[in-house]
């Protein structure tokens, strides 16, 4: 079997304790995205991942974050990223040129996204503006953005910050100078945004 020609450059975060490892490839279907905040999530069967789970052998990683092309690693305060990229970095790129799994089959087929035809035309509106203008922004720092809710009534907006965006210290920044803004011009019902579980 030929072995992958693996590519990664990293690129530094918001969050300076979020690094953004980015492969030459797609390793996660369009539109889905796993974040693991320790290794019982990595091992969690419908989201199982062996590479999440591998890069827990790793004492300084917090997190791990696995979307589209990249994997978002978060370290313990008390590592220095020059301590531990190298060694890292060069992990990630035999782990995809032996081709190792980055995720159990079952979580593919459990987490395929479905267009819910329950969903109202607000909540349409604005899934349909977090993933054209906000999830290529967020992606880009190493994280992303889910919907979680919208209530009519007060018009606020949940959303699911992951990745980097987790504990970051400029994501209630971005969350109301940028998010909130952009959902309240666009769609008039849409009063608030807040994140779930920061």
């Known amino acids: 079997m030929l072995k992958r020609n693996t590519m990664i450059y990293t690129e530094l975060s918001p969050n300076p304790n979020s690094m953004k490892f980015v492969l030459n490839f797609e390793i996660v279907p369009d539109g889905l995205s796993f974040d693991y905040p320790d290794m019982n999530s990595a091992l969690q069967e419908g989201k199982a991942s062996p590479l999440a789970a591998d890069c827990f052998q790793f004492p300084f990683v917090q997190r791990v974050f696995i979307s589209s092309n990249f994997v978002t690693i978060t370290k313990s305060d008390d590592t220095e990223w020059e301590e531990v990229l190298f060694d ?93 803004r952009l959902l309240t011009n666009m769609i008039p019902e849409v009063k608030l945004v807040e994140a779930e579980g920061v």
Not at 120 to 133: E, F, N, T
Not at 141 to 153: C, K
């Open 88 to 180: 890292f970095k060069k992990f990630i790129k035999i782990y995809f040129d032996e081709n190792h799994p980055v995720f159990e089959e079952k979580t593919i087929t459990a987490n395929t996204l479905i267009v819910d035809e329950n969903d109202g035309p607000i909540v349409s509106k604005i899934k349909s503006a977090l993933d054209q203008y906000v999830r290529p922004a967020v992606e880009s720092d190493g994280g992303a953005i889910n919907f979680a809710s919208f209530d009519e009534e007060t018009g606020k907006v949940k959303v699911f910050l992951q990745g980097s965006c987790s504990g970051c210290p400029s994501a209630t920044v971005t969350l109301k100078d940028g998010i909130e």
